[in-house]
């Protein structure tokens, strides 16, 4: 007679595999959710997989990731790549929303595609109205800004990764204290509980600066500077800075540059 694994034992499995992706699994954590009424991990677990983008969810303190903010471009004949752009070379209006550290929304198998797709190689994350932005700094300088990113070593996305398994270790730790021996699936109140002790669902309370879908560049993105004189200039110029401010506002998307060539 074959023995039956329990819900439990199959999620117990999975995550302590290292090489087993993380999307599967967490559709395990909604079906033993749903069948431990437990709406919070069924929540927390869909948020994980379909992502933070569009919710009034916030982001998790472990979806925070440091990483420096470049930019490719022109001076004259010579070009430049991922030189790092300082508070001084950002417009006013942007300075609040933009810098060294962003917040990933993304879902966890989007995620890991972004790793698996380059690997050992840094990956190029733009902001919103990156282009617009491009071309608000090569206003009145000798210098072109032909692309805006951040350069996000796999290191940091495979951290987020790492955090979401290790919490999935302790979800199956705590109900396993919780249970007695011989059970095989949770009670509702031993999930509640298992929650509780590894605070699983709360994000901080900072604000979201990642919420549009991912969008996968198939060739090099771009922004050129035509700005004529005169009242065009200064039209051109407000309408550049009320567009961007207003996306920076709503949200920082994150766009996943092609290689350059």
């Known amino acids: 007679m074959r023995f039956r694994r329990s819900r439990l034992d199959r999620l117990e499995g999975d ?10 699994i967490l559709r395990q954590v909604i079906t033993l959710g749903g069948h431990a009424h437990s709406e919070p991990l069924r929540a927390w677990a869909l948020r994980e997989l379909q992502g933070y983008e569009g919710t009034d969810v916030p982001i998790p303190e472990y979806r925070r990731i440091s990483a420096p903010l470049v930019m490719d471009g022109l001076v004259g004949m010579y070009q430049f790549r991922e030189q790092p752009v300082s508070m001084f070379d950002l417009p006013d209006f942007a300075r609040d929303s933009l810098g060294g550290e962003l917040r990933l929304g993304q879902g966890v198998g989007q995620i890991e595609s972004l790793i698996a797709g380059n690997p050992g190689q840094t990956v190029q994350l733009g902001p919103a109205m990156a282009a617009d932005l491009a071309v608000f700094m090569s206003q009145n300088s000798p210098r072109q800004v032909l692309r805006l990113y951040w350069a996000v070593h796999p290191s940091a996305l495979e951290g987020i990764l790492d955090q979401v398994r290790t919490r999935l270790v302790q979800l199956v730790g705590e109900l396993r204290a919780a249970m007695p021996q011989g059970q095989k699936d949770p009670t509702p ?59 920076l506002v709503a949200a920082a998307a994150v766009i996943v540059w092609g290689a350059w060539s």
């Open 15 to 24: 995550v302590l595999d290292e090489s087993r992706p993380l999307a599967p």
């Open 189 to 247: 109140d031993q999930v509640a509980q298992a929650l509780q002790s590894i605070n699983i669902i709360t994000g901080d309370n900072s604000s979201v600066t990642v919420t549009a879908p991912i969008a996968v560049a198939r060739h090099r993105g771009s922004a050129r500077a035509e700005v004529s004189g005169g009242a065009q200039q200064n039209s051109a110029r407000t309408a550049i800075v009320w567009a961007v401010s207003v996306a």
